[in-house]
């Protein structure tokens, strides 16, 4: 992946979204941009959860279709451009998953040698990905849900690892305030998220 930052692929996706407002083929080349600079990534993500090669192509060319049609309800103050795809990603993964399954159920063979042997080493089960994935949806709702100053400092403190005083220099706030901020944040948080429990 390039060294890209996150307001320079909010921009991308962005322009990519705006259907009305952007040519085609403007949309179209920031979805080009938007591919060479994630799609690495996005393929990693696509191979944990599948654990076979020709699966995770599949899984990640129906993954940028979705995020191609789905780009106008991103929402940069929500969750970075990474971690929206991702879970894209991820929820296209285990959808495939579940299919394969499925399939193989219905015709009563055995999960093929590739499929079972990610679930036998150790690595993350579909079932954990899932988790995972429904607990980043989880977050996401809850997130929505709260002041959109809040949110910011809690997503400055936790996504980009910063201290409450760099927050209290960065947004010119009372480092009281901050702290104030995240503590309630924090308790919002989890009672949201036990709801989802």
């Given at each position: 992946?390039?060294?890209?930052?996150?307001?320079?692929?909010?921009?991308?996706?962005?322009?990519?979204?705006?259907?009305?407002?952007?040519?085609?083929?403007?949309?179209?080349?920031?979805?080009?941009?938007?591919?060479?600079?994630?799609?690495?990534?996005?393929?990693?993500?696509?191979?944990?959860?599948?654990?076979?090669?020709?699966?995770?192509?599949?899984?990640?060319?129906?993954?940028?279709?979705?995020?191609?049609?789905?780009?106008?309800?991103?929402?940069?103050?929500?969750?970075?451009?990474?971690?929206?795809?991702?879970?894209?990603?991820?929820?296209?993964?285990?959808?495939?998953?579940?299919?394969?399954?499925?399939?193989?159920?219905?015709?009563?063979?055995?999960?093929?040698?590739?499929?079972?042997?990610?679930?036998?080493?150790?690595?993350?089960?579909?079932?954990?990905?899932?988790?995972?994935?429904?607990?980043?949806?989880?977050?996401?709702?809850?997130?929505?849900?709260?002041?959109?100053?809040?949110?910011?400092?809690?997503?400055?403190?936790?996504?980009?690892?910063?201290?409450?005083?760099?927050?209290a220099d960065q947004l010119k706030l009372p480092l009281g305030t901050v702290k104030t901020w995240i503590r309630r944040?924090?308790?919002?948080?989890?009672?949201?998220?036990?709801?989802?429990?």
């Amino acid at each position: 992946m390039d060294n890209y930052t996150d307001s320079a692929l909010i921009e991308l996706v962005e322009r990519m979204g705006a259907a009305g407002g952007e040519p085609l083929g403007q949309r179209e080349a920031a979805f080009r941009r938007i591919y060479e600079i994630t799609s690495a990534r996005m393929y990693g993500v696509a191979m944990r959860v599948v654990g076979n090669r020709e699966w995770a192509e599949d899984v990640l060319q129906d993954a940028y279709l979705y995020i191609w049609r789905s780009a106008d309800s991103y929402r940069a103050s929500l969750s970075p451009p990474l971690a929206w795809m991702g879970v894209i990603v991820r929820s296209r993964s285990l959808d495939f998953l579940r299919r394969r399954k499925s399939e193989h159920l219905d015709t009563a063979q055995p999960l093929d040698g590739a499929a079972a042997d990610t679930l036998r080493d150790g690595a993350e089960s579909p079932m954990d990905t899932a988790q995972a994935s429904e607990q980043a949806w989880a977050l996401h709702e809850c997130l929505r849900k709260l002041e959109a100053r809040q949110r910011e400092v809690l997503s400055l403190a936790y996504l980009r690892d910063l201290s409450h005083g760099e927050l209290a220099d960065q947004l010119k706030l009372p480092l009281g305030t901050v702290k104030t901020w995240i503590r309630r944040g924090i308790d919002q948080l989890r009672g949201c998220m036990a709801r989802f429990a």
